[in-house]
Nanobody, 112 residues
Framework: QVQLTESGGGLVQTGGSLRLSCAHS????????TMWFRQAPGKEREFVAS????????VYADSVKGRFTISRDNTKNTVYLQMSSLKPEDTARYYC?????RGQGTQVTVSS
């Protein structure tokens, strides 16, 4: 099973930017997309974005469309989530998922 490791979270002011990374332990043969989810305390897990293995197709939640960009570098087995124009409501723990694999997450906090 592929292991996932997220990084890049932190504390940023409203309007700021962060880039999250999701490193895959290996290049899997499975055709799963890699997906980003987030979960804030007391709230449901929320889909954020996904990207297929060759980067040809991406999907975004309406809440992040136009502000977040998902991309991947298959030479590094890494998927990125570039987050711009951050809002306090983006505060959450962000997780990446690939098939049955899920990372430990990275915390994003946006101060107002």
């Amino acid at each position: 099973q592929v292991q996932l490791t997220e990084s890049g979270g932190g504390l940023v002011q409203t309007g700021g930017s962060l880039r999250l990374s999701c490193a895959h332990s290996e290049r899997a043969a499975s055709p799963y997309p890699t997906m980003w989810f987030r979960q804030a305390p007391g709230k449901e897990r929320e889909f954020v974005a996904s990207i297929v293995w060759n980067g040809a197709s991406t999907v975004y939640a309406d809440s992040v469309k136009g502000r977040f960009t998902i991309s991947r570098d298959n030479t590094k087995n890494t998927v990125y989530l570039q987050m711009s124009s951050l809002k306090p409501e983006d505060t959450a723990r962000y997780y990446c998922e690939f098939g049955p694999s899920r990372g430990q997450g990275t915390q994003v906090t946006v101060s107002s």
